[in-house]
Structure formats: C-alpha cells, structure tokens
C-alpha cells in the first residue's frame, strides 16, 4: 500500500501562511513514503490525507486542518512506530525542564538567599537541563534509526 499525494490548490495561491503550511505538510508526506510503515498505519494517513485532498471550507479552516492533521500522524507515528521528528525530544522536554527541574531550583534558590528575586535563575537552568536531556533522547532516536528527515 502506498500514501496518497496531496493534492495541490491553485485557489490558495495567495494565503502565504496556508501555502507554507501545505507545503510543509507535503514534504512531511514524502517523508513518510521513504519509511516502510505498517499498511494499519498507511490507511489512518491515507485518509487524513484524503479528508485534506476533499476539503472545501475557508482557508483559515484548512490551515486548522492542516495543522491538526499533521499533529496527529507525528502522536501516531510516535505512539505506535516511535518515530519522531528531528529535534522532537528536545522541543519537549525544554518546557518539561522549565516546570520540572527550573522552578525548584529556582525557589531553593531564592528562599536560601532570601530574596524571592532570585527565583527566575532557575527557569533558565531547567530550561538547560530540558534541552540536554532531550538533545540526549534525539541522538538514540537518530542511532537507532528512528527520526524523521524533517523538523516540525
């Protein structure tokens, strides 16, 4: 079984956020025909890709479409293949680092030296922390073969 292609809109030429959006998108999909995936899963981004193809709202619509189509596939994809898009750990886990490791710190810092002032200085160190963490995950996704040629 093989993706369908996307169809191009001539009527859109003039959205330039809803062109770079499809484009995007389609790019995304011709990524996806490189990979060998499961026909369970080429049926799912079949007919998203199909509900795309058939569309006829407002281009404000489509582009919500678009968008939330392509969110999708990449949770699907992720949830049932583990494929995952470059630099997808580290896009996560940079606000996972924020709340979970940048805000304690950030509060141990402020009430040991006694000025609550002082607690932004953990928002960008957890931040760090996310990013290293994640950076760490994306290169095992990118060693074992499983990360997508394309960042979203």
Not at 82 to 104: D, E, S
Not at 131 to 152: N, V
């Amino acid at each position: 079984m093989e993706l369908l292609k996307l169809n191009k809109r001539t009527e859109f030429d003039l959205n330039k956020k809803l062109n770079r959006e499809y484009a995007q998108f389609s790019e995304f999909i011709n990524h996806l025909k490189k990979k060998e995936l499961p026909n369970k899963i080429i049926s799912s981004i079949n007919r998203d890709i199909e509900a795309i193809n058939t569309f006829t709202d407002s281009e404000k619509e489509l582009r919500k479409l678009i968008s939330k189509t392509q969110s999708q596939i990449i949770n699907l994809l992720e949830k049932e293949l583990k494929l995952v898009t470059k630099n997808h750990y580290r896009n996560t886990w940079l606000a996972i680092g924020m709340a979970a490791f940048g805000v304690p710190i950030g509060v141990v810092f402020g009430t040991s030296l006694g000025n609550m002032g002082l607690m932004s200085i953990g928002l960008p160190l957890g931040m760090l922390i996310g990013m290293a963490l994640g950076s760490q995950m994306d290169k095992k996704a990118f060693d074992e073969g499983r990360q997508l040629d394309i960042e979203m």
